[in-house]
């Protein structure tokens, strides 16, 4: 190659790239900036910003406390996601499990299983809303001959299933619910997964008597665990950005009780209904350390549980 | 693996599927019972009698063919910013080497983990002071700005592809651009078709997006005028479920006809 069509070839790659660079300036690093720095002030979208220094900081350390507001929220969705999240694992694997079954029909059984994971969460949250009716919901029509009283679902104020009152579900419950109704995505990956599993370590781990449990938690388990790790992080990221079924199944408030008030919810509510774009400013920095920890966190621990084929992370 | 538990199997797949889409049949069956069975038989499973004017009435008390139009600019307008950009964004990171390539891939890759949250408010702001609110295209901007996720999937599909070939066509005097237009993106029709139905069902089922931006009822998409009706036609459960059902069917016939790519795509998100 020339050296003038070299020096062309240069420019020409960040010609290519230029939409996405406008993307980067625009819609990351000024409004990366910008929430920093709206963080520190008193801004109502109407009149222009006023410094007030650490205020929002102080008073979400205070609501963590207290438990109110942005402490409420985050303990919700802190409980989101430490039922859901495992729950549909679980279960994605499950299903993943019997799609790998030499059986007839696989191809049918796995759209079956993919179909609801298709439809809209707007239309899946208006259908749940009405499933999960306390009153005429199907769900508690089912659940009546187990319940002396049945569960408020979407309409219940507890904080979360308790000892004295187990298997009282609350709204909390009615989104996982619908979360693992929609667990699709996941079982398709674990399924590819499953399909690369060399077939010739279950044959030799037959050889050595070993049954199928022994065969799951010793084969299966730690080839899939790359999968898992990248569930869990994908998850937690889902968790804390879930909005439209919480909007909808709540009508936009998060109420009663506050008990559907996740985080995405809060901070929305906070900006948009409440105009307090400095304090909402404070709590998406807040949850941005917090993720960036956590993820960080998880890489760290997945040293030990994650099983990379030949490569070490 | 003997006969008998080859039977089992097939009774457990057929009993969990019969749980996964009895939600849907439910939907369904509600779409197309009479109104008072509803309230007075909540429980029953099949309609008393078949009453399809639900679906006529869902038409008329939802502004379903205004938001359906709706709808489809935003879905018609995102897919095609989605794939220009995003194929030609990957382009440059795959097949043309520059100084700064891999840092700004590094970069790339790193904005795929900010949370939204933390650029919504300003991105607010600033689509507002440029005269987007209420507009749809404040929602379909972005997508002619690429997004980092696709533009990883095609920069994957991009370098499979044997680098004789843009040599060929260099030696031919084509442009980088002609190599990008006519050699690459025509051997890429499965990648980008995946691309494609992806930001298609994303664009359908937005619902965020036209909440913040959007507030004249006129230009509501579906996904956000469906919810619309749900406070105020909470005691209509059968309309409502009729429009949900107009609603999801185009995603199901969808996923029914491009069933490859979609599964394609998924199980490469899961293989880095």
């Known amino acids: 190659m020339s050296a003038r069509s070299k020096r062309m070839h240069r420019w020409s790659g960040w010609l290519f790239v230029s939409p996405w660079l406008l993307g980067l300036a625009l819609l990351f690093v000024y409004p990366f900036v910008a929430s920093l720095i709206w963080s520190f002030t008193e801004y109502d979208l109407l009149t222009s910003p006023r410094f007030v220094g650490i205020d929002h900081y102080e008073r979400i350390v205070r609501e963590i406390i207290q438990g109110k507001g942005f402490g409420k929220a985050l303990w919700n969705t802190f409980y989101y996601a430490a039922v859901s999240i495992p729950l549909s694992i679980m279960l994605a694997i499950g299903l993943a499990v019997m799609l790998n079954w030499k059986v007839r029909g696989q191809a049918f059984f796995r759209t079956l299983f993919y179909l609801p994971s298709m439809v809209p969460m707007v239309a899946s949250s208006i259908l749940w809303l009405w499933l999960l009716d306390p009153r005429d919901g199907m769900v508690n029509g089912l659940l009546g001959f187990v319940y002396e009283t049945p569960p408020l679902w979407f309409q219940g104020i507890q904080e979360g299933m308790s000892f004295s009152s187990p298997l009282q579900f609350g709204s909390k419950d009615g989104l996982t619910l619908m979360s693992l109704w929609g667990v699709g995505n996941f079982m398709l990956i674990y399924l590819a997964a499953l399909g690369d599993v060399d077939a010739s370590l279950y044959q030799a781990a037959e050889l050595d008597g070993a049954g199928w449990l022994r065969k799951f938690r010793y084969i299966t388990l730690p080839m899939l665990s790359p999968i898992i790790f990248f569930n869990l992080i994908l998850g937690i990221i889902q968790s804390v950005q879930a909005f439209t079924q919480v909007y909808i199944v709540s009508e936009g408030t998060g109420q009663p009780a506050e008990a559907s008030l996740l985080i995405s919810l809060q901070l929305f509510l906070t900006a948009f209904r409440d105009l307090e774009m400095g304090y909402a400013s404070a709590i998406a920095w807040v949850l941005f350390v917090v993720l960036a920890l956590a993820t960080w966190g998880l890489f760290r621990s997945s040293r030990n549980w994650v099983h990379y084929r030949g490569v070490r992370m | ?163 004789e070939i843009s040599e060929a066509a260099r030696l031919d005097g084509l442009s980088e651009f002609g190599i990008y237009w006519r050699i690459i993106l025509p051997l890429s029709k499965p990648a980008l078709v995946t691309v494609a139905m992806f930001q298609l069902v994303a664009s359908w089922n937005d619902f965020s997006g036209p909440l913040l931006y959007l507030s004249d009822h006129a230009k509501f998409p579906l996904a956000y005028g469906l919810e619309q009706f749900v406070s105020s036609y909470a005691d209509q459960t059968h309309l409502l479920m009729a429009a949900s059902v107009m609603f999801t069917l185009p995603m199901v016939i969808l996923f029914f006809v491009a069933q490859k790519s979609f599964t394609r795509g998924i199980t490469m998100t899961g293989s880095k």
Request: hydrophobic letters at 50%.
């Open chain 2, 1 to 163: 693996m003997n006969k008998h538990s080859g039977k089992w199997k097939l009774l457990t797949l057929l009993c969990v599927s019969g749980l996964f889409l009895l939600p849907l049949f439910l939907m369904l069956l509600a779409s197309v019972k009479p109104a008072e069975q509803l309230t007075s038989d909540p429980y029953s499973l099949l309609p008393e009698s078949l009453r399809l004017q639900n679906y006529q009435e869902a038409l008329q008390s939802i502004a379903y063919v205004k938001y359906l139009a709706n709808s489809i600019v935003l879905c018609v307008c995102s897919v095609m910013g989605t794939v220009i950009s995003c194929s030609m964004v990957a382009y440059g990171f795959a097949r043309i080497e520059w100084r700064g390539r891999k840092v700004m891939f590094a970069i790339l890759i790193g904005t795929m983990l900010l949370p939204w949250h933390v650029t919504m408010i300003p991105r607010f702001v600033l689509f507002s002071e440029l005269g987007l609110y209420n507009h749809l295209a404040a929602i379909i901007l972005p997508t002619f700005l690429g997004d980092a996720f696709y533009i990883f999937l095609l920069r994957q599909f991009f370098l499979s592809i044997p680098e």
